[in-house]
Nanobody, 120 residues
Framework: QVHLVESGGGLVQPGGSLRLSCVAFGTSLSIKNMGWYRQAPGKQRELVAIMDSGGITHYGDSVKGRCTVSRHNAMNTAYLEMNSLKLEDTAGYYC??????????????WGQGTQVTVSS
């Protein structure tokens, strides 16, 4: 079982920056993918940024060029740095981790979410 703990959300002005953290606890197995999704009221959940265990990253179209995802601490900690924040970035941000159990099985975990509000 993996427990994800997120932090770093809050209120930020348009054009500002924010850094989110996610730490995975409770497993000795490596996490394949780890990163962030977000969901705002009335909108679908969307990918923000993901990094796999080899350091390959994927970014959602809405945030490309404005965020960076990184992983540290034996790849069990993920950081999301966002800049040039827009009002449209206001959402609940959820850490996601995929743990490979076997070649045919994996398990997906979600954090409780941290709120990012962009407002002047």
């Amino acid at each position: 079982q993996v427990h994800l703990v997120e932090s770093g959300g809050g209120l930020v002005q348009p054009g500002g920056s924010l850094r989110l953290s996610c730490v995975a606890f409770g497993t000795s197995l490596s996490i394949k993918n780890m990163g962030w999704y977000r969901q705002a009221p009335g909108k679908q959940r969307e990918l923000v940024a993901i990094m796999d265990s080899g350091g390959i990253t994927h970014y959602g179209d809405s945030v490309k060029g404005r965020c960076t995802v990184s992983r540290h601490n034996a790849m069990n900690t993920a950081y999301l740095e966002m800049n040039s924040l827009k009002l449209e970035d206001t959402a609940g941000y959820y850490c996601n981790a995929e743990q490979r159990i076997s070649s045919y099985s994996s398990r997906n975990y979600w954090g409780q979410g941290t709120q990012v509000t962009v407002s002047s």
